[in-house]
């Protein structure tokens, strides 16, 4: 079927702040007295602010109340804007840009389906907003990846229907909720985490525009 939506998820896909938000987690987590590796970090990816909290004081064992949350969450985030805060085009992954031109000019619709409040902000600093017709993010959705919801309000979005839609996602949680809207999903990272996936790529500089014309026209 010919698919006419492209869904980008933004962190660790469009822009490399996987990275600020492990720093910040592992931050909190230091200050909290323990230690928070790179590989508990996979978890993670695509989850929510308040849901990373909740792991993160369960890898802890702290328990907290609800004014400790709120404040800690509060915390986290202030780091992590403080890290975006200087965010220019610079960070863009490899070869992001060539993949959007190349869908635009074929009039294909995409859109940023991303479980993070900060998506909109971010776009605009790195100067990529124009290429989408729409942004779902954590402000716009109530259930979070693997949950189809964010990527179906997309699609809806965008006037497509599910199967004619193509996700590019680095989040366990994102493959899996793409595969629960019925849509094809482009795993971008470690092939062997993102097992679940269609199709498998190390990063963008491995995607041919043959291989997106054969995607779209599959
Ligand atoms: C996702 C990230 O895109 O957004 C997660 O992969 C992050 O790691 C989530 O926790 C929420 O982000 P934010 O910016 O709303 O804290
Ligand atoms: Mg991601």
């Known amino acids: ?33 323990f230690e928070f590796t790179e590989e508990q970090n996979e978890l993670f990816k695509g989850v929510s602010r308040k849901r990373c909290l909740d792991i993160l004081l369960q890898i802890g064992g702290v328990t907290a109340t609800q004014k400790q949350f709120d404040h800690w969450m509060g915390e986290k985030n202030k780091e992590y804007l403080q890290y975006i805060e200087n965010m220019d085009a610079s960070e ?16 294909i619709q995409m859109a940023v389906g991303s479980a993070s409040k900060n998506a909109r ?25 693997p949950d189809p919801e964010v990527f179906l309000l997309a699609a809806q979005e965008l006037g497509v229907r599910p199967q004619e839609c193509v996700v590019f996602e680095d989040a366990v949680a994102g493959i899996q909720a793409a595969k629960n809207a019925s849509m094809t999903s482009i795993g971008i990272g470690d092939a062997k985490i993102l097992a679940e996936a269609n199709y498998n790529f190390r990063d963008f500089t491995e995607i041919s525009l043959d291989f997106l014309n054969a995607v779209i026209y599959e």
Do not use: C, Q, R
């Open 92 to 107: 863009i992954l490899s070869d992001v840009p060539k993949v959007l031109h190349f869908l635009k000019e074929k009039n």
């Open 121 to 145: 902000p971010i776009l605009e600093k790195v100067g990529l907003i124009s290429y989408f017709n729409t942004i779902i993010d954590g402000n716009n959705v109530t259930k979070a990846k």
């Open 1 to 33: 079927m010919k698919k006419n939506g492209f869904i980008f998820d933004l962190d660790g896909v469009i822009v490399d702040t996987a990275k600020y938000h492990y720093l910040a987690w592992k931050n909190l987590a230091n200050k909290l007295g």
